[in-house]
């Protein structure tokens, strides 16, 4: 099945650094691939999504990459502020035919602290 | 209602006890999911069920774990003779089918603690 391995597991950064956080996958097949944030005592809310055909994606201050051939993805956020801090997953999904159809296979987390 | 509902919110409970946990998912969702996160850890994958479809339920870490979905529709999960180790938050998820790349919707959770 599908395995998911992100890093770092904590960043600590300064108020209007930015951020990136780092996803690799094993499935060939996964080609969905969302960014979730959560913050204390919250359920996961989607943040930003790539599908795989397409490169790169961008909204506002998020940013997501995809690098199929490496099988990698990254969260890069710009301009961070306090209201940033929180737990980010990065998740990977195959659809018909892939060996994990369907299910989201999530990253282990990591700790976003924004200080100000 | 508009998003994921879970309850109850909050389950304390006796070792050895059995518990049910309920979730209500998006009125038209097709995938239903199961997670468990325990303190400061990430998701751990329990179950997914996917229209008429077998459920998948490779992620249940026992045969004290079950799961149901009645009418396609409500799940739950269900954890018989519940040990310490089973104290979590326990997530359910809902999108549109699973071979759709869509957006799956959280519920905010149910924290079990067994005492």
């Known amino acids: 099945g599908e395995n998911v391995e992100q890093h770092p597991s904590t960043l600590s950064v300064q108020e209007g650094d930015s951020a990136v956080i780092k996803c690799t996958y094993s499935d060939s097949a996964s080609n969905y691939f969302p960014w979730y944030k959560q913050e204390l005592g919250k359920g996961p809310q989607l943040i930003i999504d790539i599908r795989s055909n397409v490169g790169e994606k961008k909204d506002q201050r998020i940013a997501v990459t995809l690098n199929k051939t490496a099988k990698h993805f990254s969260l890069h956020i710009t301009e961070t502020q306090p209201e940033d801090s929180a737990v980010y997953f990065c998740?990977?999904?195959?659809?018909?035919?892939?060996?994990?159809?369907?299910?989201?296979?999530f990253g282990q987390g990591t700790i976003l602290t924004v200080h100000p | 209602g508009a998003g994921v509902s879970q309850s109850p919110s909050n389950k304390v409970t006796e070792k050895g006890k059995d518990v049910e946990l309920r979730c209500d998912p998006i009125s038209g969702h097709t995938a239903l999911y199961w997670y468990r996160q325990s303190l400061g850890q990430g998701l751990e994958f329990l179950i997914y069920f996917q229209g008429n479809s077998a459920p998948d339920k490779s992620g249940l870490p026992s045969d004290r774990f079950s799961a149901e979905r009645t009418g396609g529709s409500v799940s739950t999960l269900t954890i018989q003779r519940t040990q310490q180790e089973d104290s979590a938050v326990y997530l359910c998820?809902?999108?549109f089918g699973g071979g759709k790349n869509t957006e799956a919707f959280f519920g905010q959770g149910t924290r079990l603690t067994v005492v």
């Open positions: 998820a809902s999108s």
């Open positions: 998740a990977a999904r195959a659809n018909a035919g892939g060996t994990s159809y369907g299910k989201l296979t």
